[in-house]
């Protein structure tokens, strides 16, 4: 029953952080934490205790999922180069820059643990940058990268954290071991993956029951990761390649109530578990500190101060220096094929034309947010809790994380908006629909006219088709007008006023039949969830039309 009490408890809590957070404009995850550390020291309440491949399985599978399922897989192929050189080069690369830093710092530290929290610390998490990137009209190539970043990162930095604990159980690993270790690790990982995302493809397929989709396509992390784990393997790439399948997939193979439901699943089990890791952490800090009490506490500031600013530093390091290198190659590159050209063809570079295939390089300023946006957050959390309880200075190692993943919260986490608005790399915001969607929404206008105008010849349902061929002819008119050249937005914007308080009389009425009596309470769920559709549909439009 402790127990029960204890989780009801702190899920309480995290809504009133999370309001105080949204209040203040801080991102909650640094209220998360401070709060759980005041809370430790609350008389009598017990500091709880993580099992650390509880603190694994548990949290991580669910929340790698769901970030694997909203990849845009397309954007994600456009920009996988520098995708993988923040995902795998600047992850190996701050490793390395942490590891070096710890062993100088403290040389009683041996190299497996130094490793093992350069890999703890190294991937920064889009989650915690969510909150401050949701809220502005970034660049959209920017948010790709930022979160294709955070989807692989996590993979390579746990394996090589998984080998740096290995290293300490065997007592030594060699490098190439280690390198083939890492490639038997990530390749298994999402073959084990990739099938149970296709059992999970099958089984969705043929259940047609909204309720026991969104269950199986749950526990479908959980089973890829606790598979792959078993079987040795990257179970996080598991969990990646599995969320991916489902991700690609989802449009063909669920059904529309599937993916709403699963919307608010997946939203709500988010933000409870990302909650629960920061306020735990919280929690036990006071606990680590008491076990540390014995050691020289200026030593140890003075190395918590010194390794977040390597943290930091080593990001602008890694993503300036690659950035130039680039922009080095490309230029070499060009240069090459201006001078291979005939001079009587010398024209325009074919590499720079509309069906080049070389991404445009992003300017300082979107590279300086790039580097910026470093804060780190759950992973490391749960790989720092997650560590064995034998494991080499334990303690010292999760408190030299928990510091530099607060440093980087707090510094960067509060100022990223500054800084985006600073530098000023927000697009201006749009009046009327954006045009890609004004274009998407005219394609989709046309194909539902273009079927009732078909089936309007039909003997037996042409006169019904008939009927609404005029609502639709009008709908993909407006739908035109507004993606041909932005007019008709004040148009649209009234008939979705329109629409939504026709939704609203809708709503009351249902509720007066209720209320005296002439339906029943599952009649009106359903009707009302349909109601409640619509509505939200609109709203989405109005603010974007507005």
């Keep these: 029953m402790e127990i029960v009490q204890a989780t009801l408890a702190m899920m309480a809590a995290c809504i009133v952080f999370a309001v105080l957070a949204r209040t203040i404009r801080v991102p909650y995850a640094v209220i998360l934490v401070i709060g759980g550390m005041a809370a430790a020291l609350i008389p009598g309440l017990p500091a709880p205790h993580l099992d650390p491949d509880f603190a694994l399985a548990f949290f991580l599978p669910p929340l790698l999922q769901v970030s694997a399922y909203r990849t845009d897989w397309r954007a994600f192929r456009q920009d996988l180069r520098p995708i993988l050189a923040l995902a795998l080069g600047a992850v190996l690369f701050t490793t390395l820059c942490i590891a070096v830093a710890a062993r100088w710092l403290l040389p009683d530290l041996p190299w497996a643990a130094a490793i093992a929290l350069g890999a703890i610390v190294a991937p920064p998490d889009a989650v915690a940058a969510g909150a401050v990137l949701r809220k502005l009209r970034l660049p959209r190539r920017m948010v790709t990268v930022l979160e294709g970043e955070s989807l692989i990162n996590d993979a390579s930095s746990l394996v090589v954290y998984r080998l740096a604990v290995a290293a300490f159980a065997l007592g030594g690993v060699h490098p190439l071991e280690a390198a083939a270790s890492f490639l038997v690790l990530a390749a298994g990982g999402v073959a084990i993956g990739y099938a149970v995302g296709r059992v999970t493809i099958w089984m969705i397929g043929r259940l047609h029951d909204s309720l026991l989709e969104t269950c199986v396509g749950f526990l479908a992390g959980y089973a890829a990761y606790m598979l792959a784990d078993a079987a040795g393997v990257s179970g996080v790439l598991g969990v990646v390649a599995c969320g991916m399948v489902l991700g690609v997939r989802q449009h ?17 089990v988010e933000f409870v578990l990302n909650s629960l890791v920061f306020i735990l952490i ?40 690659t950035d130039w290198l680039s922009r080095l190659a490309d230029g070499l590159r060009d240069a090459r094929d201006e001078a291979s050209r005939p001079a009587a063809k ?57 510091t530099a993943i607060l440093a980087t919260l707090v510094l960067q986490g509060t100022s990223l908006e500054w800084v985006i608005r ?28 273009e079927e009732l105008e078909r ?36 148009e649209l914007q009234a008939r ?33 969830g349909e109601l409640d559709a619509e509505e939200i549909r609109l709203r989405r439009l109005l603010g974007g039309a507005g």
């Design 422 to 449: 600073r530098l000023g790399i927000e697009e201006p915001a749009l009046r009327g629909l954006p045009p890609q969607e004004a274009a998407a929404r005219r394609v989709l206008s046309d194909a539902m006219l």
């Design 252 to 268: 063909a193979v669920f059904s529309a109530r599937t993916r709403q439901d699963g919307r608010a699943v997946w939203a709500f």
């Design 496 to 528: 979705l006023a329109l629409r939504l308080a026709a939704v609203r009389a809708g709503r009351d009425r249902l509720l007066h039949h209720f209320r005296e009596g002439e339906m029943d309470a599952s009649l009106l769920s359903d009707l009302e």
């Design 455 to 490: 089936r309007a010849g039909d003997p037996l349902e042409g006169a019904i088709a008939a009927d609404l061929v005029s609502e639709y002819r009008d709908k993909a008119g407006v739908y035109h007008r507004v993606a041909a050249h932005g007019g008709a937005a004040a």
């Design 282 to 321: 919280g929690l036990q800090l006071n606990a680590i500190l008491g076990r540390l009490a014995g050691d020289d506490g200026w030593a140890l500031a003075r190395a918590a101060l010194l390794l977040s600013a390597v943290l930091i530093v080593s990001r602008f390091v890694w993503v300036f220096g």
């Design 346 to 402: 010398a024209g325009p570079d074919p590499a720079s034309g509309p069906g080049s295939r070389r991404r445009p390089q992003p300017s300082s300023r979107h590279v300086a947010v790039i580097a910026w946006a470093g804060m780190r957050g759950v992973v490391s959390l749960a790989a720092a809790i997650g560590l064995p309880e034998d494991f080499p200075q334990r303690d010292l190692i999760v408190f030299l994380a928990f």
